[in-house]
């Protein structure tokens, strides 16, 4: 095992550069009924007493909507961060198929129950290999996967949730998993390649 800094990388056998299956993403999430979903969140901006009670004049009733907007679009980055990381993990299964066809790279996944925290080495692959995510956080978004076996429907979140709490949800639900990878070491990314296809 070579280290570098604080990390430790698995030594794989041989010079050979090994490619990993395509990582298939989506780079957008459109709403089916985008109607629904802003009654949704307009539903969510009078039981959270979002907007102060007063009277009820265009301007606050402007403030309402407005709101209720920013709460679609506060959703919609949460159920794309989602799929990111769905895609993610499907990913991940596709590599272990990979790695358990090569004699070389085969004993460097354990048989674990998946989805093992020791698979967190390929979410470092991708950050160390620059892949071009959007504005995806890759932890993130694997966190809110690994939290939510479906994406949740809006009237699931409070506006505090979607406002300030899904960043630090999914990273803390990431870094949990993570943590659990012992020891923890990484796959060199030099000996990887792989590409990325949008969806």
Same mark, same amino acid.
């Given at each position: 095992?070579?280290?570098?800094?604080?990390?430790?990388?698995?030594?794989?056998?041989?010079? /050979?550069?090994?490619?990993?299956?395509? #990582?298939? $993403?989506?780079?957008?999430?459109?709403? &089916? /009924?985008?109607?629904?979903?802003?009654?949704? =969140?307009?539903?969510? $901006?009078?039981?959270?007493?979002?907007?102060?009670?007063?009277?009820?004049?265009?301007?606050?009733?402007?403030?309402?909507?407005?709101?209720?907007?920013?709460? $679609?679009?506060?959703?919609?980055?949460? !159920?794309?961060?989602?799929?990111?990381?769905?895609?993610?993990?499907?990913?991940?299964?596709?590599?272990?198929?990979?790695?358990?066809?090569?004699?070389? #790279?085969?004993?460097?996944?354990?048989?674990?129950?998946?989805?093992?925290?020791?698979?967190?080495?390929?979410?470092?692959?991708?950050?160390?290999?620059?892949?071009?995510?959007?504005?995806?956080?890759?932890?993130?978004?694997?966190?809110?996967? !690994?939290?939510?076996?479906?994406?949740?429907?809006?009237?699931?979140?409070?506006?505090?949730?979607?406002?300030? #709490?899904?960043?630090?949800?999914?990273?803390?639900?990431? #870094?949990?998993? =993570?943590? &659990?990878?012992?020891?923890?070491?990484?796959?060199?990314?030099? /000996?990887?390649?792989?590409?990325? $296809?949008?969806?």
């Amino acid at each position: 095992m070579e280290i570098i800094g604080d990390r430790k990388f698995v030594e794989i056998p041989g010079e /050979r550069l090994h490619e990993l299956p395509p #990582l298939l $993403v989506h780079r957008s999430y459109e709403f &089916k /009924r985008l109607d629904k979903i802003v009654d949704m =969140a307009a539903s969510i $901006v009078e039981s959270e007493e979002m907007v102060p009670l007063q009277e009820e004049t265009l301007t606050m009733q402007q403030r309402k909507f407005d709101l209720a907007i920013n709460l $679609v679009e506060q959703y919609q980055h949460l !159920l794309l961060h989602w799929r990111w990381g769905d895609d993610v993990l499907e990913w991940i299964r596709q590599c272990e198929i990979t790695f358990e066809s090569k004699q070389e #790279l085969r004993n460097l996944l354990h048989s674990d129950i998946w989805p093992h925290a020791g698979r967190s080495s390929f979410v470092q692959l991708l950050e160390d290999k620059a892949v071009p995510t959007a504005g995806i956080q890759l932890e993130k978004a694997v966190g809110l996967r !690994l939290t939510f076996r479906q994406p949740p429907p809006i009237s699931c979140f409070s506006d505090q949730f979607l406002f300030y #709490l899904n960043n630090s949800v999914g990273t803390s639900a990431y #870094l949990s998993w =993570a943590s &659990k990878n012992t020891p923890i070491s990484a796959l060199p990314p030099e /000996r990887f390649t792989l590409q990325v $296809v949008a969806m």
